[in-house]
């Protein structure tokens, strides 16, 4: 007959290894950048909205914004911010205005929270985002040139529907025709978004994606395209504009 002995230090060893130990979680619940349309020699404005979803306090640590002109991974700006130390479930907004001229290209910025891994964050794979943007040239080349620009992404919560928003403008100096839209999430198969018969030379459109995806916590990725059935674009890298996005824990 066999006996299983139970002693203090069995259970204690146990106990060790089932609890779970409050940690922090510092995540980018929200990012803007500002005004939508970038221009050439304009002013630009970017928001941070960082939140702590963990059961415990984060140490102090910095935010960080960072840009890549041309987005080829040359990250020619770096700005480190101070980041409060932050209870559960409190927040902290941080601003970095006038500290890049935009200039002509298609770039990238990405928002950090606590880069140097410095605030006791248990979860890190949640503290970057970045996004994809365009400043178009003053004057509309000739030919046309669909851009997609500034998307806004809904507020992000596990099990709850998500929509989508993106600006989209013909830049160049032609009237175009049959212009489709798309999203993609995390690369799956694209959602239909709006169409146009036509878009006119520099012509402005807001396309709206309501409630096409639910949310699942964790980070995710976004690609939104525009289409046309015409396929001299001047500059098709700009047809589309791709970022990441956290979604909250339940």
Known sequence: MTRIVHTTTMLGLLLFATTAFPAADLFVERSKSAPDFLFPGGIALFTLKTRNQGDAASGAADVRLRIDEGNNGSWELTLPLPLIALSPHARAVARWQ?????????????????????????????????????????????????????VKVSRARDGRPMSFRASLKNVGSVDLPNVTTTLSIDAGAPIPGDSFEELRAELKKTLRFSRVWTGIAGVHTYEVCAQSTNPYDIDPANNCSSGTFVVANP
């Open 98 to 150: 006038n500290v890049w001229t935009p200039v002509v290209g298609n770039h990238r910025y990405e928002l950090c929270v606590d880069p140097g891994g410095v605030s006791g964050d248990g979860t890190t794979a949640n503290n970057c985002i970045y996004q994809e943007f365009v400043v178009a040239p003053m004057s509309p080349p000739p030919g046309f040139d669909l851009l997609i620009y500034q």
